[in-house]
């Protein structure tokens, strides 16, 4: 694995933040208006949010974190491969966790909300590496990595 350059991960860690309450404001918005709509309400605000979600993720790591050029589309892409296989196992968790807590939790009117949160913190530091080594990896021999004013680039380092 490639050396994190100084202060990557700290924003990695802010945008991470910002992207889990989002997320998760999101996700509580649309479990919210589709309760009592649908069905599982809160499978199908897992779906939806999560599309939102990843293209909001996607801009703030590209943007600040890793500070990429260009690629947009590659990296676009490979960040929902890397978020889309979270979404997908959140998706399977849900349900699970859902039922679990709905034994332990007295006002089950909450389950949804607490099983969502505790789903979207389990993916912060695990997406850090799958970002760093694959969405946002520089393809071999190319300079997509921008640096910062006295940060050494790729080849000096």
């Not at 490639?2 to 990695?12: D, E, I, L």
């Not at 479990?31 to 009592?36: A, D, E, F, S, V």
């Not at 959140?90 to 089950?108: C, E, G, M, R």
């Not at 850090?128 to 910062?148: I, L, V, Y």
Request: net charge positive; aromatic share 18%; glycine share 8%.
């Amino acid at each position: 694995m490639a050396r994190v350059p100084r202060g990557q991960f700290a924003r990695f860690i802010v945008v991470g933040c910002w992207n889990t309450a989002f997320s998760y404001c999101v996700y509580a918005f649309f479990t919210y208006i589709l309760t009592g709509v649908i069905p599982y309400a809160y499978m199908a605000a897992m779906a939806v949010s999560s599309v939102i979600n990843i293209s909001v993720a996607y801009l703030g790591y590209k943007l600040f974190v890793f500070k990429t050029k260009g690629n947009y589309v590659r990296e676009y892409f490979r960040c929902y491969v890397v978020y889309g296989a979270a979404a997908a196992t959140n998706i399977l968790l849900l349900p699970v966790l859902v039922i679990l807590l709905d034994l332990v939790i007295v006002q089950q009117v909450y389950v949804p909300y607490i099983a969502g949160g505790a789903l979207s913190l389990g993916t912060v530091f695990l997406s850090f590496f799958g970002h760093k080594e694959f969405s946002f990896k520089p393809q071999c021999g190319a300079a997509t990595r921008a640096t910062a004013p006295g940060e050494a680039t790729e080849s000096e380092r």
